[in-house]
């Protein structure tokens, strides 16, 4: 067996796995808009979906996707140990350790991730209505906060960009 690794691995299976547990990446684009449009009116999709890209090449947002869905997927497969198998496949109330990983996502821009985080987590726009669907069978226990925390860390970078270039005079776009 092959246990060498590097980076180029992990972002690949990153984007291939959030593809394969339907996750498009316009949608998390469509969350960054939802949660900022208010804030900044000229704000573009293109300019939300680059802030998604850019939050989902960080290393420690790859580790933490990775890990919470592989563990949804293992729930889906009955692989899981009890009681750790009927708490991700029935997606625990009070479990938290699905909040937990993604926060390591919600972090990477500081913590204004949090207001946004807690609010989309609330309300579930978009794809996080359909994430949070039960059918009986898929388990987005830790997909949906993962979903939820790239778009609150890409709302984050964002608002960083616009302070840094309002204090500076520039327009942001770059
Ligand atoms: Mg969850």
């Known amino acids: 067996?092959?246990?060498?690794?590097?980076?180029?691995?992990v972002a690949e299976a990153t984007e291939r796995l959030l593809r394969q547990r339907g996750v498009d990446k316009r949608e998390i684009g469509e969350l960054v808009l939802f949660l900022q449009r208010d804030y900044y009116p000229e704000l573009t999709i293109e300019e939300c979906l680059e802030s998604v890209e850019r939050v989902l090449s960080k290393r420690e947002v790859?580790?933490?996707?990775?890990?919470?869905?592989?563990?949804?997927m293992l729930a889906e497969e009955g692989?899981?140990?009890?009681?750790?198998?009927e708490i991700v496949f029935n997606d625990e109330g009070l479990y938290g350790c699905d909040e937990v990983l993604s926060l390591a996502i919600v972090n990477v821009y500081g913590s204004?991730?949090?207001?946004?985080f807690g609010y989309i987590d609330k309300?579930?726009?978009?794809?996080?209505?359909?994430?949070?669907?039960?059918?009986?069978?898929?388990?987005?226990?830790?997909l949906d906060d993962i979903v939820g925390a790239l778009a609150a860390?890409?709302?984050?970078?964002?608002?960083?960009?616009?302070?840094?270039a309002k204090e500076s005079g520039t327009s942001g776009m770059d």
């Open 1 to 9: 067996m092959d246990y060498s690794l590097d980076s180029g691995k």
């Open 62 to 72: 790859q580790n933490a996707i990775l890990t919470g869905i592989q563990l949804d």
């Open 79 to 85: 692989k899981l140990l009890p009681p750790l198998q």
């Open 112 to 116: 204004i991730g949090y207001t946004n």
């Open 123 to 142: 309300t579930k726009p978009g794809i996080l209505k359909r994430l949070n669907e039960k059918n009986g069978k898929d388990v987005h226990t830790f």
């Open 153 to 164: 860390a890409a709302s984050s970078r964002i608002a960083h960009r616009k302070q840094a």
